[in-house]
């Protein structure tokens, strides 16, 4: 049963253009929500998040937009740089537990 | 102020065999968490322990895997009679705080645990 879904397995982008990636979750007690980065042979970093009593968050290149009816959230990069190729995770929790629930991830290829 | 510490990188035993995952947190940190991450999968929480106390611990496997976090020395887990579906990357990370501050939380580089 997976309770938070990435969809898109990869996504390729020019850069400087508009990276979107996509989340869903299914489980309405998720009310604190985050994404993570992580390079190859690296663990997980924090990029950025958002609670459930918001609907926006921005951090310089980065925006989270949750929409709660449809539960579902994206992660806009803009612009996109190469740097910023990488597997991104998302990442759901709520109810008062400690744990985090991760999505499959999406590996995003930033192209010169 | 070093990072989260784990170690070995790589791992590799052979069925039957035990493995010790060993992490070290963050100067100051008090509390673990361990994931693990099979290919093609998200990361799965384990296990999330506080100095001598096991506080969560439902995401571990009902057999052969348990952790600890001593009041001296790193966190361990350990899975006994490995088998090859325990071949995963496993993540270790630490917070300062308890609950609800994941901006605080930092993992590790994992474990690549290969079993042959």
């Known amino acids: 049963d997976q309770q938070v879904k990435q969809n898109s397995p990869s996504l390729s982008v020019q850069e400087g253009r508009i990276s979107i990636l996509n989340c869903d979750y299914t489980n309405s007690m998720f009310d604190y929500f985050l994404w993570y980065k992580k390079y190859p042979a690296e663990g997980p970093t924090f990029l950025i998040s958002i609670s459930s009593i918001k609907d926006k968050n921005e951090d310089g290149r980065f925006t989270v937009f949750l929409n709660k009816s449809a539960k579902h959230l994206s992660l806009h990069i803009v612009p996109s740089q190469p740097g910023d190729s990488a597997v991104y995770f998302c990442?759901?929790?709520?109810?008062?537990?400690?744990?985090?629930?991760f999505g499959k991830g999406t590996k995003l290829t930033v192209n010169p | 102020n070093a990072g989260v510490m784990q170690n070995p990188r790589h791992l590799v035993r052979r069925r039957g065999q035990e493995a010790r995952l060993r992490c070290s947190p963050m100067?100051?940190?008090?509390?673990v968490y361990w994931y693990r991450q099979l290919p093609e999968e998200g990361l799965k929480f384990m296990v999330y322990?506080?100095?001598?106390?096991?506080?969560?611990e439902s995401g571990m496997p009902k057999e052969r895997f348990s952790a600890e976090f001593p009041k001296e020395g790193p966190s361990i887990l350990r899975i006994q009679q490995v088998v090859r579906g325990d071949s995963a990357a496993y993540f270790c990370a630490s917070s300062p705080l308890q609950g609800q501050r994941y901006e605080k939380l930092f993992f590790g580089s994992g474990t690549q645990l290969s079993v042959l």
């Open positions: 100067k100051g940190h008090s509390h």
């Open positions: 990442a759901a929790t709520g109810g008062g537990s400690e744990k985090l629930v």
């Open positions: 322990l506080q100095k001598e106390n096991i506080i969560d």
